[in-house]
C-alpha cells in the first residue's frame, strides 16, 4: 500500500514500526508505553527482531515514529532521547524535497521541543480520509459510511454473540438488535450542516 499523506504516521512502514516498537518493549499493542523507554535496549530487541529498521532513513522513521507514540501516551523523554528525534526530522530525506513533508517534520521538532510530559495526540490523516479527499467526498460522507460500515459490523458482531447468550437474556437482545437497526435507518437520512445553519449555531453559543 505504501504511505497514503505526508504525515508521520501515514503510511505502512510507520503502523509497521509501531508493532515492532510495541512487541520490542513486550507491551500488548495499543496499550500505554511504560513510564520509562529504555532506548539501548529497545534498539538492540529491534535489531534482534527486525535490523531493517535501525539502518540508514529507516532509523530515522523509528524515532519518529516512537517520539508519536511517547507523547500520545504522556512518557517522559529525556533530553538526549529527544535530541536523536530532533535529528531524525532535520535528517529525514522525504522532507529534503517535498514542501508538504517539511511542514510535517517542522510542527513535530516544536511539538518535541514544547513537550513537557502531558500527553499530545498528533493527528495523522487515515487512508480512507484520503481516499475520500481524492474522490472529491465531503468528510460528512466519509464519515457517515464510517460510521454505517460500524453499525454493520456491531450488528454481525452481535448476531454472532447472541448465539451464546441465556435465553433469558433474548428479550434484551432483541431490543438491542432493533435500536441498531433504527439507528442505522436514521443515519440514512441524516444529511450535512449547511453553511447557514452553521452560523446560526455559532450565534447560539456566543
Same mark, same amino acid.
Not at 8 to 15: A, F, H, K
Not at 55 to 71: A, D, F, R, T, W
Not at 190 to 200: C, F, K, L, V, Y
Given at each position: 500500500m505504501g504511505?497514503? $499523506? @505526508?504525515? &508521520?504516521?501515514?503510511?505502512? $512502514?510507520? =503502523?509497521?514500526?509501531?508493532? !515492532?516498537?510495541y512487541e520490542a518493549l513486550d507491551v500488548p499493542f495499543d496499550t500505554p508505553l511504560p513510564n520509562e523507554v529504555d532506548l539501548e535496549l529497545l534498539l538492540k530487541k529491534v535489531k534482534e527482531n527486525d535490523p531493517y529498521w535501525i539502518?540508514? +532513513?529507516?532509523? #530515522? *522513521? =523509528? #524515532?519518529?515514529? *516512537?517520539? !508519536? *507514540?511517547? %507523547?500520545k501516551y504522556g512518557c517522559p523523554i529525556p533530553?538526549? =532521547?529527544?535530541?536523536? %528525534? &530532533?535529528?531524525?526530522? @532535520?535528517?529525514? +530525506?522525504?522532507? @529534503?524535497?517535498?514542501?508538504?513533508?517539511? +511542514? !510535517?517534520?517542522?510542527?513535530? &521538532?516544536? &511539538? =518535541?521541543?514544547? #513537550?513537557?510530559? @502531558?500527553?499530545?495526540?498528533i493527528t495523522s490523516k487515515g487512508l480512507f480520509e484520503v481516499m475520500a479527499e481524492k474522490l472529491g467526498v465531503s468528510g460528512f460522507e466519509s464519515n457517515k459510511q464510517l460510521v454505517a460500515t460500524k453499525l454493520e459490523e456491531l450488528l454481525s458482531a452481535m448476531d454472532v454473540f447472541?448465539?451464546?447468550? $441465556?435465553?433469558?437474556h433474548w428479550r434484551r437482545t432483541g431490543h438491542w438488535f432493533t435500536e441498531l437497526k433504527k439507528m442505522k435507518s436514521d443515519l440514512d437520512e441524516?444529511? +450535512?450542516?449547511?453553511?447557514?445553519?452553521?452560523?446560526?449555531v455559532k450565534k447560539y453559543e456566543n
Open positions: 504511505w497514503w $499523506s @505526508k504525515d &508521520i504516521m501515514g503510511g505502512d $512502514s510507520p =503502523l509497521d514500526l509501531e508493532c !515492532v516498537i539502518q540508514g +532513513e529507516e532509523s #530515522y *522513521l =523509528l #524515532y519518529q515514529v *516512537l517520539g !508519536v *507514540l511517547m %507523547m533530553e538526549h =532521547l529527544k535530541n536523536e %528525534m &530532533i535529528v531524525a526530522a @532535520k535528517n529525514d +530525506e522525504w522532507a @529534503k524535497e517535498d514542501q508538504e513533508r517539511k +511542514e !510535517v517534520m517542522n510542527n513535530f &521538532i516544536n &511539538i =518535541l521541543e514544547q #513537550y513537557d510530559g @502531558k500527553p499530545i495526540k447472541t448465539k451464546d447468550v $441465556s435465553p433469558k441524516w444529511t +450535512e450542516i449547511t453553511d447557514e445553519e452553521r452560523e446560526n
